[in-house]
């Protein structure tokens, strides 16, 4: 019985952290001017809302475990660089940045309720949803070298 208050506990967690996230890309979205960061923006609400019902489901149905693997590389980019500060004037550079450094606060946050969890089920699911927000974030910062660093390609 402890381990189902356990795992009830972690959802909830996990499914508000989701649902913040979300209605922070889509806030963002809304009051940012710029078309290209409004899009990113509107993207990555979407990709939340995603995470948010794959929680839901596994909630569900724990046996509906599903396998995310890691990027094969972490550019580490999000470590590196300082979070901006949502405005509405954000130039895409600085919207790519702010979303990987969330993306990074995600894989920790998911990592650390995997480390706190009691059954490998639980485990391997929050593993699998850290590696998913890293898949997020590699992917963030794919753009940002080439949005950031055009010069270099």
């Known amino acids: 019985m402890a381990d189902y208050f356990e795992l009830e506990k972690l959802f909830v967690v ?27 923006f509107q993207q990555l609400a979407q990709e939340e809302r995603g995470h948010f019902e ?7 149905n724990p046996a509906d475990l599903i396998t995310v693997s890691a990027p094969s590389s972490d550019w580490k980019i ?3 660089e300082e979070m901006p500060t949502l405005s509405t004037e954000m130039k895409p550079k600085d919207a790519i940045a702010l979303a990987m450094k969330k993306e ?7 990592r650390s309720l995997s480390s706190a969890a009691t059954t490998s ?15 997020h974030k590699h992917r963030l910062e ?10 270099v390609f």
Request: net charge negative.
């Open 78 to 80: 999000a470590e590196s």
């Open 142 to 151: 794919n753009m940002y070298i080439d949005v950031g660093y055009p010069e």
């Open 54 to 60: 794959l929680l839901e489901r596994f909630r569900a």
């Open 104 to 110: 990074q606060q995600a894989v920790d946050f998911y």
């Open 121 to 135: 089920e639980t485990r391997f699911m929050f593993e699998n949803l850290a590696n998913m927000e890293l898949t």
């Open 14 to 40: 996990a499914t508000q952290r989701e649902i913040e996230a979300y209605e922070f890309y889509a806030e963002a979205a809304r009051v940012t001017k710029d078309r290209n960061v409004k899009e990113i």
